[in-house]
């Protein structure tokens, strides 16, 4: 297919041709975005995405997927939910970026909300834009805080891609070409309590861990593991960061992921679901001696223009307020646990094929038992109707995070689809030997 030349810019899918639609975006991706992407993402059969409503979206052909990747965690309340758009829309008619010399109400607001429902002694709250971002706010509290530079990390970890979130990511794929990158960072094998505490020492700032690791394919520490890191840094004055921008509010299940262990942390990381998934934003929490020492001598020790702007601000505060009414750690539960049982009976008639099945709340993992076929099977639960994606550090393991507003009657449609999926990957694999 010849690719059209048009520079348009169409603002109603419905009077384009869809496949022209396509190909001119497609066209657009590869030679003004990322040839390689656009590559991967037309083989996995993904199209234009036109529209979006709960956990549904549809493409530029009038299919439609239910949203199973969830913006890798962003769609907690759904694509679009109403309220939340009302907040934003009631915002723009007033202030929209903040001028920053004036004091913002909305990110008063949102900090005092934070620390209200955050675990521990989180009272502090600085705004980013993003989940790197907010990481990046996490790493220089430490260094400053403590003055000390080492910061222990995880294997598999996933903390972002800018230079200091990206040193602290544990994939070497992702860190290899970039070296050298900041200095001072240990990795530990994940969940192993004992190489933390035999890494964490008087040099040590602070160790930064996701209470469950989302891109290392959805895996889940061993009890304990919180409470022993807790440990191992209040003997060493180290600080305990947890990366809860994927697995904070309520999408494992709790409102934060580390409150089923009952453990705090001295500074967390959020984005992803804040937003609402309206607006992009991050924050990092911390406790009052970590403000206290990072901002005395120089408020503006750290800042961003765009952080706690009045609009992120705005969809935040009605996101927490939706979470909380509506209890969707809860429901995150009780869909989190139907998905899994369907997953567990599936992966019991398939066991050559599926590995092991885990997770908590609507942060699920199915991990196959061999390389390439995450690829195929994304393609074919494409087909069906289902939207996922592989982890990042570990695409052997497919990662269900729907929105936590999913319905009973969609989890049975995305069971039905993946059993259909595997057992035509089953046949598939039959007829390759
Ligand atoms: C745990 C964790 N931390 C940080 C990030 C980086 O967030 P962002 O992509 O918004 O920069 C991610 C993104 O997937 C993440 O899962």
Known sequence: MRPTKSAGF????LSVNPEEFYVDVFEKYSQHLNPSLAKLMGFAGFGVEVFAEGSI??????REFIDCLGGYGTFTFGHRHPEIIEAVKNQLDNI???GKAFFSANAANLAANLAAIAPGNLQYA???NSGTEAVEA???MAKAVTGRQKIVSTEGSYHGKTIGALSTTGREKYRKRFEPLMPGVEFVPYGDSAAAAAAIDANTAAMIVEPIQGEGGIILPPDGYLASLRESCDRHGALLIFDEVQSGLGRAGYLFACDREGIAPDIMTLA???GGGIMPIGATLGTPAIFESLYRENPLAHTSTFGGNPLACAAAIKALEILVRDDLAEKSRTRGDQMLAGFQRIQSQYPDIIAEVRGRGLM??????MDEVGELVVAQLLKRGVCVAYALNNPRVLRFEPPLVITAEQVDAVILAVEESISETAELLASLV
């Open 10 to 13: 169409p603002s109603n899918i």
């Open 57 to 62: 979206i549809r493409d530029h052909e009038g």
């Open 96 to 98: 929209a970026l903040s």
């Open 126 to 128: 600085f705004f980013s």
């Open 138 to 140: 996490a790493l220089k």
């Open 272 to 274: 992803k679901a804040l």
């Open 364 to 369: 699920i993992g199915l991990e196959f038992a």
